[in-house]
């Protein structure tokens, strides 16, 4: 069936780099797209969202790229630091009245 | 602190009990979700409600039984699970069940261990 992934599943960086972790969608009715953080023990937390209409939009250290041409969607994080680290899901809406439907997580490590 | 809250917060049962998990949501949201996250897979949508009707049952199986009884509340109980339903229950809200710009919080979920 079509899901939303995530190319990578892990990704280790170096503090203060900048990291990049991407996510391919498969239908291209999707209009509403949204990453989450997940740390250790706690729930998703909502960081930034974009809309179809858009192809980019920037947030307090993170950045959204939408490439709807080939159905792609990136989260940047600038600086990254250790308190990045956690499992990076990215989630689209599909049809009006339907619940959000998640792909794979990645799962990103910031060392010191 | 997301607004959403769910207890217990972890929960030891045998394949033979009867427990129930719950969520709280201070949003005024008036969708609610029950999502499902077992290790190494994406989060699976379980249920669905709008206004305290359920608009989505993802084929879940019957041993799984949600209500709620307003737009503020949801439970999830459980009944003759087997160890395959360990996993991490989330609960989760939104101003609407769907649609574009509609973002939807998480609680902390309830770690389920069936033994």
């Known amino acids: 069936g079509e899901n939303v992934g995530l190319h990578l599943p892990t990704l280790s960086v170096q503090e203060g780099d900048n990291s990049i972790i991407n996510c391919a969608y498969s239908n291209s009715a999707s209009d509403y797209f949204i990453w989450y953080k997940q740390e250790s023990g706690k729930g998703p937390q909502f960081i930034i969202d974009?809309?179809?209409?858009?192809d980019k939009r920037q947030g307090q250290r993170v950045t959204v790229l939408l490439n709807k041409t080939v159905k792609h969607l990136s989260l940047q994080i600038a600086a990254t630091q250790p308190g990045d680290s956690a499992v990076y899901f990215c989630a689209e809406n599909r049809w009006a009245g339907t619940a959000l439907i998640f792909g794979k997580g990645t799962t990103l490590s910031v060392s010191s | 602190e997301t607004g959403v809250t769910q207890t217990p917060r972890h929960l030891v049962m045998g394949m033979t009990n009867k427990k129930s998990l719950k969520c709280e949501q201070h949003l005024g949201h008036n969708a609610m979700y029950w999502y499902k996250q077992s290790a190494k897979k994406p989060l699976e949508l379980m249920f669905v409600y709008n206004f305290k009707e359920q608009t989505e049952n993802n084929s879940v199986p019957s041993r799984f039984s949600p209500e709620c009884p307003n737009s503020s509340h949801l439970f999830l109980h459980l009944h003759t699970l087997q160890p395959e339903d360990s996993a991490l229950y989330l609960c989760?809200?939104?101003?609407?069940?769907?649609?574009?710009?509609?973002?939807?919080?998480f609680g902390e979920g309830s770690w389920l261990t069936v033994v």
């Open positions: 974009i809309r179809s209409n858009m």
């Open positions: 989760a809200s939104s101003q609407e069940p769907g649609g574009s710009g509609n973002t939807i919080y």
